[in-house]
């Protein structure tokens, strides 16, 4: 599951409320009088993928936010709690909410501000009167795990498609983007509106999301060996549809980091799992290379150097036993001459040393994906990554 704190909700609608029921926040944190009076109220029909309530009751020392365009759990947090990290305490009280990562504009939240930290003016003479270094939070309470693999890198993920890209997509049952609302565009980004070629009859309904995809180079050759390794097809993001019709549909892109196009293809989208970071020590010299072992055969954006988070693909896949979840060492092989006086062109030894580490993230009958953890040297085409 990606990070609930970093995605941006879609289009912007306004609940239609009565003069000064919300109240203009200065601060990260609610005075009293940021509260509303406990009460039912009515919540404006709007586009979201969950069953909302269609009215909501605000409990004591409560208030309810209406979901705007760019609102995330955790700037909500932040906002009304003064602390992000205390994003799972609004999602508790909204638990028609079935995936915190998606909220959409107009949805209704309501948020317990007796949860708030203590703001200015409320903290007693006792605690203030302290010295600084005394009220210092443990930094490392507050720091967010490193992920070896989020969201962010699912959408920007390249793999191989083996017999091309074209019979990759016709197995997946692949729709395709065929228009945008603004024709003078060609690369689309978040909040824009696109239209596919699948509608009801073909079982697309309104709130579903599919996973944008991209034929980005073909006829990849193994750098080495020349075998054919197929078509490289990128994951470049995720649409929402908003309108289902009788064979099309409209769609906003929820999220991307590279250009959507018209032409690329849609599959149904499934919500990835994030990886944890979890690094090897056994990086002493020389490091030892299993049999067998997968080479470093394309990097994403066809890159001939890749460094820290980049994504490669190697040439073995899940029947070379490879699994997402491996960590394996990028090493590097140097021979080197050993003869009298620099004699280059008879006794020489060969030796490997460490340049890095890489986390499987997908794996492919003969391929796999792998991101880049932490390189010491930028990792090339032909490099070896071993067990």
């Not at 490392?140 to 070896?148: K, N, V």
């Not at 019979?167 to 945008?180: E, I, P, R, V, W």
């Not at 999301?209 to 097809?233: C, E, N, S, Y």
């Not at 490091?287 to 988070?309: C, E, L």
């Amino acid at each position: 599951m990606h990070q609930p704190n970093r995605l941006t909700v879609g289009r912007r609608r306004a609940l239609a409320m009565a003069p000064g029921l919300f109240v203009a926040l200065a601060l990260a944190v609610p005075a009293l009088d940021a509260q509303e009076p406990a009460g039912t109220i009515k919540v404006e029909a709007h586009s979201s993928k969950w069953d909302y309530p269609k009215e909501i009751k605000v409990p004591e020392g409560s208030r309810t936010h209406i979901v705007e365009k760019g609102d995330t759990l955790w700037d909500l947090a932040g906002k009304y709690l003064g602390n992000p990290y205390a994003w799972p305490q609004i999602w508790e009280l909204n638990q028609w909410i079935k995936d915190p990562h998606w909220i959409y504009p107009g949805d209704p939240l309501i948020i317990d501000l007796t949860r708030a930290v203590a703001t200015a003016g409320s903290v007693p003479e006792s605690v203030s009167g302290l010295q600084p270094d005394r009220r210092r939070a443990d930094p490392g309470a507050l720091r967010r795990p490193e992920l070896g693999f989020s969201f962010q890198d699912f959408i920007q993920l390249p793999f191989f498609a083996a017999d091309g890209a074209e019979a990759h997509y016709k197995n997946q049952g692949a729709f395709t983007l065929t228009a945008n609302r603004r024709e003078d565009r060609r690369f689309l980004a978040e909040g824009e509106t696109v239209y596919m070629n699948g509608g009801s009859e073909q079982g697309v309904k309104v709130g579903d999301r599919f996973l944008v995809l991209k034929t980005v180079a073909r006829k990849i050759q193994h750098p080495t060996t020349k075998q054919k390794l197929g078509d490289v097809v990128q994951q470049v993001g995720v649409i929402r549809v908003i309108t289902a019709q009788t064979k099309g549909s409209v769609a906003t892109i929820e999220r991307c980091l590279d250009g959507v196009e018209v032409g690329d293809h849609l599959v149904r989208f499934t919500e990835p799992a994030n990886l944890p970071l979890q690094l090897r020590t056994d990086t002493t010299d020389p490091v030892k290379v299993a049999p067998n072992s997968p080479v470093v055969v394309f990097a994403r954006d066809d890159h001939q150097h890749t460094a820290n988070g980049d994504m490669v693909i190697v040439d073995k896949g899940a029947n070379d036993g490879l699994k997402v979840g491996d960590v394996l060492l990028a090493v590097r092989t140097r021979t080197f001459p050993v003869g009298p006086d620099g004699d280059h062109k008879n006794a020489t030894e060969t030796t490997t040393h460490y340049v890095g580490q890489a986390l499987v993230v997908r794996t492919d009958a003969q391929t796999a994906t792998c991101r880049l953890l932490r390189t010491t040297e930028e990792i090339r085409l032909g490099d070896t990554l071993t067990h």
